[in-house]
Nanobody, 115 residues
Framework: QPVESGGGLVQPGESLRLSCAVA????????MAWYRQAPGKQRELVAE???????NYADSVKGRFTISRDTPKKMWYLQMNSLKPDDTAVYYC???????????WGQGTQVSVSS
């Protein structure tokens, strides 16, 4: 079960770094993705980090968000810069086994951007 952390309340233009921690798995054999869900909206993909290190971003966050992985620490990160009110959502971490296809979701962390 992945565990997210790092959410909070910030003002527009500020930054946050989200973390997704896992235990007991070889993370280089897992794909990982950050999703978010705003009130009244569907959950949407924000960024992906493949087991091989490829990264992909939603158009709405390109150039502002950066996804990364720390293999020894078994952690993924989402660095979020130039935050906007539209980025307000619960952010979820999803890890997918490249072997079995099984997917595991975290419990989510709230990000709120408001002046």
């Amino acid at each position: 079960q992945p565990v997210e952390s790092g959410g909070g309340l910030v003002q527009p233009g500020e930054s946050l770094r989200l973390s997704c921690a896992v235990a007991g798995i070889p993370i280089t054999l897992y794909d990982m993705a950050w999703y978010r869900q705003a009130p009244g909206k569907q959950r949407e993909l924000v960024a992906e980090y493949s087991s091989g290190g490829n990264q992909n971003y939603a158009d709405s966050v390109k150039g502002r968000f950066t996804i990364s992985r720390d293999t020894p620490k078994k952690m993924w990160y989402l660095q979020m810069n130039s935050l906007k009110p539209d980025d307000t959502a619960v952010y979820y971490c999803k890890v997918i086994s490249t072997y079995s296809g099984n997917a595991f979701w975290g419990q989510g962390t709230q990000v709120s951007v408001s002046s």
